[in-house]
C-alpha cells in the first residue's frame, strides 16, 4: 500500500493536491473533516460522539479521531492506499497514525509538506474570502490560524524528518508544476 500525509499551512494547496495525487494514485482520499462530518450525518455512535463536542465549539479529542481512521481503513481493505489530508497535526498524532497503521502492517510511505511563505497564505487566503465569503478568512483570524499551524506543525515536520519520511516542496507556481514535483517524490519512493 502507498500511504501518503499531506500537509502545509492553511492556504497551501493541501486539499487540491490531495485530490490529485488520490487520483493518479488510485488512493484513498482521508479528510479528517470530511470524516467527521460524515460520520455525524450518518449519526454513528463517533459521529455522535464527535458531535457533541463540536456542538460545543470544542475539538473532537484524538482518540475519537483516530478510532474514525481505524474504521476507515479496516471498510476499505482492498485500497491501493491513502493520502492523509490535514492529519496528523502533532506529533502524538503522527504516533496515534504510525500505531494504527502497524495494527494493519501498514506504514506511511511518504510525507509531503507544501511550503509556502506566509504573506503569500495570507493573500491567497484573503483572496478565497473575498470570492467564498468566509468568515474565517479575515486577516486577523489567519494570523493566528498560521501561528496555530507552526506551533503544533514544526515538532511534527522534525518528527517525521528523523525517520527519512518528509519531502519539503515549493507550494508556490501553478497548480501542475507543483503537482510535478510532488510526483517525482512519490515515484522516486513506490518504484
Do not use: W
Request: proline residues 3%; charged residues 30%.
Amino acid at each position: 500500500m502507498l500511504n501518503i500525509v499531506i500537509f502545509g499551512a492553511p492556504g497551501s494547496g493541501k486539499g487540491t493536491q490531495s485530490d490529485k495525487i488520490a487520483e493518479r494514485y488510485g488512493l484513498q482520499h482521508v479528510s479528517t473533516g470530511e470524516i467527521l462530518r460524515e460520520e455525524i450525518a450518518s449519526s454513528t455512535d463517533l459521529g455522535k460522539l464527535a458531535d457533541s463536542y463540536m456542538s460545543k465549539g470544542e475539538l473532537v479529542p484524538d482518540c475519537v479521531v483516530i478510532e474514525m481512521l481505524e474504521e476507515l481503513i479496516a471498510r476499505n481493505k482492498g485500497a491501493k492506499g491513502f493520502i492523509f489530508d490535514g492529519f496528523p497535526r502533532t506529533v502524538p498524532q503522527g504516533e496515534a497514525l504510525n500505531q494504527l497503521l502497524q495494527r494493519h502492517d501498514e506504514t506511511v510511505t511518504i510525507v509531503v509538506s507544501l511550503e509556502v511563505e506566509d504573506e503569500e497564505l495570507v493573500d491567497r487566503l484573503l483572496k478565497r474570502g473575498a470570492i467564498s465569503g468566509r468568515a474565517d478568512d479575515n486577516r486577523k483570524t489567519i494570523e493566528s490560524r498560521l501561528r496555530v499551524y507552526y506551533r503544533q506543525t514544526a515538532p511534527l515536520k522534525d518528527f517525521y524528518r528523523s525517520k527519512d519520511l518528509l519531502k519539503e516542496i515549493t507550494g508556490i507556481g501553478s497548480v501542475e508544476s507543483i503537482f510535478e514535483s510532488i510526483v517525482k517524490e512519490i515515484d522516486k519512493v513506490i518504484v
